[in-house]
């Protein structure tokens, strides 16, 4: 059985529990229609079968649905299961927080049974929900892509015939049939586009002469950076490192100029090494801290890709490249990057939600080149056909990883069906989990990949990091004396856990008379754009943010990072961090850590080992702590309730 929100404590094998409340005793028996009960006698609510409880779960259940009614009934078919529960119980989630029922699944031998709590026209919205989902998932492939011409439909016609005994036997699926028919339809559905143009690369005398000892020095003083070919058998050489622009650029004299406008010196590393890979049409995946120049590394490519090739743009009849963004930030300052290094009249055009969808779809009528994106608002623009992406032949997935943080890989995959699968694509991602490493395999063909820095996460070793161990009592005025501290040239970002406590924190300041903007997903798109712009101009030299911002914030001049609330996770951590300390310069991050952080207190520890940082005895004592709780704790308890740890300050 599965009472489908709020999960707090892990299903058994086999059990779709999409949630369960637990408020009830430590072995928690819950019953079919209210809260956990104790079997012990706990001071939670027993449900309909539990033992001692007190009734509180069914007490819940009259307050929010009125007066019991009988559930609504249905049989799913048990393939169907996932599809309705969704990925870590969202979708059912959602139906029921939108329907205000309750629903709960039974798995049966072959078809899991489904109950609905709640008024009669309640269940019957949840229902219908429910059964959209289903038809959806049992579409055909072709179905889900925008494209007009059938595909292939390897289960129509199969037919039944009966056995001796008179039941009816369904014939085997022929796979290897199945799978040529789609790779023939692919080839149909391709057929009429024109060649695409990759590879662009001249290399330079200079470059060609690096010796192996050479190149192999170059890549360990520049941030330790390793290469390999991802390519099935024979691997391909590593094309060496470019160490002056004009060693992928001297064919491109417009491009040479814009950069010495710019005033850079010479390429990043992740530029040095991803230029002249990417410049040959080879699929790339670039795993870089943040602030190290991924932005250009496949933009100055991309510029020349899409100037060159057979076909010209006047003719394409769509964009040439595409760029899926996480945050509409981030999609932004992309944009921003394409304007600064505008190249023969390329035109571009960020689309994202939150946005005048309006008149994002007129500038995608009047003609554009390129696309900047995020994945939400783009797969609403295709799905309604206002947008095609069959021109599409060069394709860049930035921060990945957090593109699939958000939740995005559904709308990925359903964009990438429409652009052509000869297309070179670029993948960039601040880490490299197993996740990751799935969507390169699905979605690049033989690609190299770049690391800057080692695999591991290390935060960046241009930031002197400051830990501090307090209570949250004192984070007030531990924050004010270090305000207090600032010079005039000072330019701080503030990461805070809550769109709440970030409020709060810019109003306290804001009434001592402190400039300050704060950025966090409640406040309207045009206020967001004009803290980011302030901030970014020196008009005020102070941003409160949530962790909407501490990936993509592109703001080379911020001298402290400042961690009011520490983050979810270590990841994060390194990515707050990562915003100072940038282009060359060095920074300042400090961290507060309270008694509520014990668990992530190891894993700070060996970041700042790893960076050679200081490390408090505080923050020891702390991991140490954690680390005997864990030691003692009962394994077979599986609450999710929060201990809170001894105090340390």
Avoid at 118 to 130: F, H, L, N, V
């Amino acid at each position: 059985m599965a009472w489908a929100p709020e999960k707090r404590e892990e299903p058994k094998p086999r059990d779709f529990r999409a949630g369960r409340d637990d408020r009830g005793g430590a072995s928690g028996g819950g019953g079919a229609s209210g809260g956990g009960g104790g079997r012990g006698g706990g001071s939670g609510g027993g449900g309909s079968r539990g033992r001692g409880g007190s009734g509180r779960g069914r007490s819940c259940y009259v307050e929010v649905f009125g007066p019991r009614e009988p559930p609504l009934c249905f049989k799913l078919n048990n393939n169907m299961i996932g599809v309705v529960i969704g990925r870590g119980g969202s979708k059912i989630k959602d139906i029921q927080s939108t329907t205000s029922t309750k629903i709960q699944i039974m798995k049966g031998n072959s078809e899991a049974e489904v109950k609905i709590f709640g008024t009669k026209d309640m269940k019957a919205k949840a229902k219908a929900a429910i059964e959209t989902l289903v038809k959806k998932q049992e579409r055909s492939y072709t179905s889900e892509s925008s494209v007009d011409n059938a595909g292939p439909q390897p289960f129509v016609g199969r037919d039944f015939h009966t056995d001796t005994t008179g039941r009816q036997v369904q014939p085997l699926i022929e796979w290897d049939q199945v799978r040529a028919e789609v790779v023939e339809w692919e080839k149909r559905k391709w057929a009429d586009l024109p060649p695409i143009q990759k590879n662009f690369y001249v290399e330079s005398k200079a470059t060609r002469s690096m010796s192996r000892v050479q190149v192999d020095m170059w890549r360990k003083e520049n941030f330790d950076i390793m290469c390999d070919d991802l390519k099935d058998g024979e691997k391909r050489p590593i094309p060496n490192p470019i160490c002056k622009f004009e060693d992928a650029f001297q064919p491109y004299p417009e491009l040479m100029k814009n950069i010495r406008r710019a005033g850079f010196q010479n390429p990043t590393p992740i530029q040095s090494q991803a230029w002249p890979i990417i410049l040959q049409g080879i699929d790339l995946i670039g795993v870089a801290q943040t602030g190290t120049g991924k932005t250009l590394s496949y933009l100055m490519p991309g510029f020349i890709h899409l100037n060159n090739q057979p076909v010209s743009r006047e003719e394409r009849n769509g964009p040439g490249m595409l760029v899926l963004a996480p945050t509409r930030e981030l999609a932004l300052q992309v944009e921003a990057e394409c304007s600064k290094y505008s190249y023969k009249g390329l035109k571009s055009v960020c689309i994202y939600g939150g946005g005048n969808r309006d008149r994002q779809i007129r500038d995608i009528t009047k003609g554009v080149d390129i696309i900047i994106a995020t994945p939400g608002r783009l797969n609403d623009l295709q799905m309604n056909k206002f947008v095609t992406l069959q021109s599409v032949t060069y394709l860049v997935l930035d921060e990945a990883d957090k593109m699939l943080d958000l939740g995005f890989e559904h709308q990925i995959m359903k964009i990438l069906l429409d652009v052509r699968p000869d297309r070179q694509t670029i993948m960039t991602s601040a880490t490299w989990p197993d996740t990751i490493r799935q969507l390169a395999q699905s979605y690049l063909k033989e690609p190299m990949i770049v690391y800057v820095g080692t695999l591991d996460l290390v935060a960046v070793n241009t930031v002197k990091q400051i830990v501090i161990v307090t209570t949250e009592e004192e984070k007030r005025s531990l924050i004010q004396e270090f305000l207090e501290s600032l010079s005039p040239q000072d330019k701080v970002l503030i990461f805070v856990s809550r769109k709440l406590v970030a409020d709060d924190l810019s109003s306290d300041l804001g009434i001592q008379g402190i400039p300050v903007q704060s950025l966090h997903g409640d406040r309207e798109q045009h206020d967001r754009e004009q803290a980011l712009e302030d901030f970014k101009i020196g008009q005020v030299k102070i941003l409160i943010a949530t962790d909407l911002a501490s990936r993509g914030l592109d703001v080379n001049d911020v001298t402290h990072v400042y961690n009011y609330d520490f983050p979810r996770n270590i990841e994060e951590y390194v990515h707050r961090v990562g915003r100072t300390g940038r282009a060359g310069r060095t920074g300042i991050s400090i961290t507060l850590m309270t008694q509520n952080d014990w668990k992530i207190a190891t894993e700070l520890i060996k970041i700042l080992q790893r960076a050679n940082q200081s490390v408090p005895k505080d923050l020891i004592t702390m991991a140490e702590q954690y680390k005997l709780h864990k030691q003692k704790k009962d394994p077979g308890r599986k609450s999710k309730s929060r201990e809170k740890p001894k105090k340390y300050c």
